[in-house]
């Protein structure tokens, strides 16, 4: 179970840090990623990161602003978004791959998602 936290309302150019808590022994194991949802668009890939967070990768949108991270020990994602714009706000998602990369695969190979956590961005 994915428990993602830390969304809110900032301005732009500030930043935000979100949480993706996680319970369960496999987290340490697998892959994870960040998504977004907008209103009215598609979900989209934000970032993803190894087991062992050693192969990261983010989308050209975010790319330079955002760091995703780990700490297997305390079963916990993180994306530092820095530099925030208007059009990051969405939902933002934490998911977990059902490999050891997140690199590469298809939405559907993430089998556990978070319930979401909102960013507004104001102009």
């Known amino acids: 179970q994915l428990q993602a936290s830390g969304g809110g309302l900032v301005q732009a150019g500030g930043s935000l840090r979100l949480s993706c808590a996680a319970s369960?022994?496999?987290?340490?194991?697998?892959?994870m990623g960040w998504f977004r949802q907008a209103p009215g668009k598609e979900r989209e890939l934000v970032a993803t990161i190894s087991w062992s967070g050693a192969s990261t990768y983010y989308a050209d949108s975010v790319k330079g602003r955002f760091t995703i991270s780990r700490d297997n020990a305390k079963n916990t994602s993180w994306l530092q978004m820095n530099s925030l714009k208007p059009e990051d706000t969405a939902v933002y998602y934490c998911?977990?791959?059902?490999?050891?990369?997140?690199?590469?695969?298809?939405?559907?190979?993430?089998?556990?998602w978070g319930q979401g956590t909102l960013v507004t961005v104001s102009s």
């Open positions: 998911a977990a791959s059902r490999f050891a990369y997140a690199n590469g695969i298809s939405r559907a190979d993430f089998g556990s």
């Open positions: 369960g022994r496999t987290f340490s194991s697998v892959g």
